[in-house]
Every structure is written in structure tokens, then in C-alpha cells.
């Protein structure tokens, strides 16, 4: 049931609607108090849309559904915990951890960017919670600032809104030829129709971590089609804020998705510079696998053979991966 009072709502005679705190494409966030419990919460409502059809407003709260089951079956500190879900009318409401704090978007938007060592911080966290979403064969897809929560007081970054997740056997909900996510921080291999997979969501951290560090995507356009052609096609110049996390940076914003940098790969040079101040260098060997979508680029053309050693010599170092 849904009791309307004096500026709040009660829903399933449980939940106390009290302020609006978020909204998005997917929904918006109340904060509200748990009336059983006597404790606070994050209710997430989806909105009505009159327009819809009545298959359309089904798959929108099948989409609902996914996301709390998605997050539900997966336990990380940095990952938004799911308490209960509940319905009304056909329409669902996820009650949530209540995070204290704003967004990164919103801590980017005030105090500008993020310092070297504070957006390393954000990524180990960040990437120790996809590790465990991927292992699970959730992909989040839509990886951004205004989808990590920060903390207040403790700094703790969270990982939230997994409205557009896509889960290991679960029917894809959008339409063929559809399109979700957003532009800024979406791989190109989705760009291209070529697939998704966990390295999509590496690639979103990447740009994240770009964003976070210069306060602008790298891939910010005036239009639509500019974002796709500079995400599928224009050369990538990380912020030069980026600094010693250059060689992150890099090597998860790398178009093939076989020579991305993977998640422990790049959560161990993440930590590597927390601890060392030093720039991480990336690991060995390089991994390259043909990827459909891929151009090569001249570092992947094949160069003539020098002389060979002489005799004794010691062997030439691995070329580093840029």
C-alpha cells in the first residue's frame, strides 16, 4: 500500500519517502526511513511514464527487478548494498544502503578535479568491486561519475545504479538495434555492435578515471556522433593530469579489448603507486589476440628484422606495452 501524508509517502507500510536525493534515466532515490527498523534507507522508484505501452511498462520493471537481484547476489564493501524490494501497483521500489555523501560527478562539479592519489584510491576500489561483479556475471555497463557514491567522513567509494546490468544468462531486455549506457564512458566495441563483455566496463573506468582526474571526459562532444567517432576513432590524449597514473590510464582506455589492461592488472599498479608514489609500470608480456573490430595501429605492424645476435649475447627486452 501507498499512504500519502504531510510531504512523504509510505510505501508497502514500511518505507517513509522524505527527500528526493537522486534521479536518473533509470529512476529516483529517496532518502526514507525503515519504519520497522527505525532506520534510514535509499528507496529507488520507477518512474511512470503514461506513454508507455503495457509491454514496455513491463519491461521497465523487469529491468527494475534485474537490477536489485543483479546487485542482491553480490558482496562487496564498495559495491551499494540491496535490503529488500517491494511492489505496488506492478511497480517496483528497491530499498537500499543509504550512502551519506554525493556523487563523484557532484564532488567533481564543486571542488573540482580529484588528486593522482585520490583517483587511485577510487579505482582500486572501484575495480576491486567489478572483479567481483564479473566473477558473479554481472556487467555493470554503465560506468560513470554520477554512478560512484563517495563516502561522507569516511571517503568509502561505492558503486551503485545497476539498472542497465546485464546478467550471465538472463534475457536482454532492451530492443535490437537499441541503445543504453552513456555515450562518454561506453567502450568502443559497443559502440561498434562488436559485443560487451568485462572488459567494456574496464575501458568506462578508464574514461572515469580521466574525468575524475581533469574534470571533463576525454571524449565530451558537442554532439552525439562526435562522442561516437571520438570513442571509436580519434586519437585518445589522456589529461595530463593523469600524471603517474598515465600508464593506467592508457592501458584501459586501450580500443582492443584483448590488450586492455585486466582488473587485477591494473588494480595491482593502482596500489603499486599508492604505496610506492612511484609510476606503475605495466605488466609483461603483452597479450594480443585479433579482435574484429580492431585497427591496428603502426606499433602492430610487423617491422623488418634486425641482425641477428651475436653469439653469447644476452637476449633483447620485451617491448613495453604503450
Same mark, same amino acid.
Given at each position: 500500500?501507498?499512504?500519502? $501524508?504531510?510531504? %512523504?509517502?509510505?510505501?508497502?507500510?514500511?518505507?517513509?519517502?522524505?527527500?528526493?536525493?537522486?534521479?536518473? $534515466?533509470?529512476?529516483?532515490?529517496?532518502?526514507?526511513?525503515?519504519?520497522?527498523?527505525?532506520?534510514?534507507?535509499?528507496?529507488?522508484?520507477?518512474? %511512470?511514464?503514461?506513454?508507455?505501452?503495457?509491454?514496455?511498462?513491463?519491461?521497465?520493471?523487469?529491468?527494475?527487478?534485474?537490477?536489485?537481484?543483479?546487485?542482491?547476489?553480490?558482496?562487496?564493501?564498495?559495491?551499494?548494498?540491496?535490503?529488500?524490494?517491494?511492489?505496488?501497483?506492478?511497480?517496483?521500489?528497491?530499498?537500499?544502503?543509504?550512502?551519506?555523501?554525493?556523487?563523484?560527478?557532484?564532488?567533481?562539479?564543486?571542488?573540482?578535479?580529484?588528486?593522482?592519489?585520490?583517483?587511485?584510491?577510487?579505482?582500486?576500489?572501484?575495480?576491486?568491486?567489478?572483479?567481483?561483479?564479473?566473477?558473479?556475471?554481472?556487467?555493470?555497463?554503465?560506468?560513470?561519475?554520477?554512478?560512484?557514491?563517495?563516502?561522507?567522513?569516511?571517503?568509502?567509494?561505492?558503486?551503485?545504479?545497476?539498472?542497465?546490468?546485464?546478467?550471465?544468462?538472463?534475457?536482454?531486455?532492451?530492443?535490437?538495434?537499441?541503445?543504453?549506457?552513456? &555515450?562518454?564512458?561506453?567502450?568502443?566495441?559497443?559502440?561498434?555492435?562488436?559485443?560487451?563483455?568485462?572488459?567494456?566496463?574496464?575501458?568506462?573506468?578508464?574514461?572515469?578515471?580521466?574525468?575524475?582526474?581533469?574534470?571533463?571526459?576525454?571524449?565530451?562532444?558537442?554532439?552525439?556522433?562526435?562522442?561516437?567517432?571520438?570513442?571509436?576513432?580519434?586519437?585518445?590524449?589522456?589529461?595530463?593530469?593523469?600524471?603517474?597514473?598515465?600508464?593506467?590510464?592508457?592501458?584501459?582506455?586501450?580500443?582492443? &579489448?584483448?590488450?586492455?589492461?585486466?582488473?587485477?592488472?591494473?588494480?595491482?599498479?593502482?596500489?603499486?603507486?599508492?604505496?610506492?608514489?612511484?609510476?606503475?609500470?605495466?605488466?609483461?608480456?603483452?597479450?594480443?589476440? &585479433?579482435?574484429?573490430?580492431?585497427?591496428?595501429?603502426?606499433?602492430?605492424?610487423?617491422?623488418?628484422?634486425?641482425?641477428?645476435?651475436?653469439?653469447?649475447?644476452?637476449?633483447?627486452? &620485451?617491448?613495453?606495452?604503450?
Amino acid at each position: 500500500m501507498v499512504t500519502e $501524508g504531510d510531504d %512523504f509517502r509510505v510505501i508497502a507500510g514500511r518505507y517513509r519517502l522524505e527527500a528526493r536525493i537522486g534521479r536518473g $534515466g533509470m529512476g529516483i532515490v529517496w532518502r526514507a526511513t525503515d519504519q520497522l527498523l527505525a532506520r534510514q534507507v535509499a528507496v529507488k522508484e520507477l518512474p %511512470f511514464d503514461e506513454t508507455l505501452s503495457a509491454e514496455e511498462a513491463r519491461q521497465q520493471r523487469d529491468r527494475t527487478l534485474r537490477e536489485a537481484r543483479a546487485v542482491a547476489q553480490l558482496r562487496h564493501p564498495h559495491v551499494i548494498v540491496v535490503h529488500d524490494i517491494v511492489e505496488q501497483d506492478e511497480r517496483p521500489y528497491i530499498v537500499m544502503e543509504l550512502i551519506d555523501g554525493g556523487s563523484l560527478a557532484d564532488r567533481i562539479a564543486t571542488a573540482g578535479p580529484v588528486t593522482a592519489d585520490e583517483a587511485a584510491r577510487i579505482g582500486v576500489a572501484l575495480l576491486s568491486a567489478l572483479a567481483t561483479a564479473h566473477a558473479a556475471g554481472v556487467l555493470h555497463r554503465d560506468i560513470k561519475p554520477a554512478n560512484v557514491l563517495l563516502e561522507a567522513g569516511t571517503g568509502r567509494a561505492v558503486l551503485t545504479d545497476f539498472g542497465i546490468a546485464q546478467v550471465a544468462g538472463a534475457t536482454t531486455l532492451t530492443e535490437t538495434g537499441s541503445f543504453v549506457g552513456s &555515450p562518454e564512458y561506453t567502450a568502443p566495441e559497443r559502440m561498434s555492435g562488436s559485443g560487451t563483455g568485462p572488459q567494456s566496463d574496464l575501458w568506462s573506468l578508464g574514461a572515469l578515471l580521466c574525468t575524475a582526474l581533469s574534470g571533463e571526459s576525454p571524449f565530451r562532444r558537442d554532439s552525439l556522433g562526435g562522442i561516437l567517432h571520438a570513442v571509436v576513432m580519434d586519437e585518445i590524449r589522456p589529461p595530463v593530469q593523469a600524471g603517474p597514473l598515465l600508464p593506467v590510464v592508457r592501458g584501459l582506455l586501450e580500443r582492443d &579489448p584483448q590488450r586492455r589492461l585486466t582488473a587485477a592488472e591494473a588494480e595491482g599498479m593502482l596500489r603499486g603507486y599508492l604505496e610506492s608514489g612511484r609510476t606503475p609500470q605495466q605488466p609483461q608480456p603483452v597479450r594480443h589476440i &585479433p579482435f574484429a573490430s580492431y585497427s591496428p595501429t603502426q606499433r602492430d605492424v610487423p617491422q623488418p628484422a634486425g641482425p641477428p645476435p651475436a653469439p653469447g649475447s644476452p637476449e633483447p627486452a &620485451p617491448p613495453l606495452r604503450s
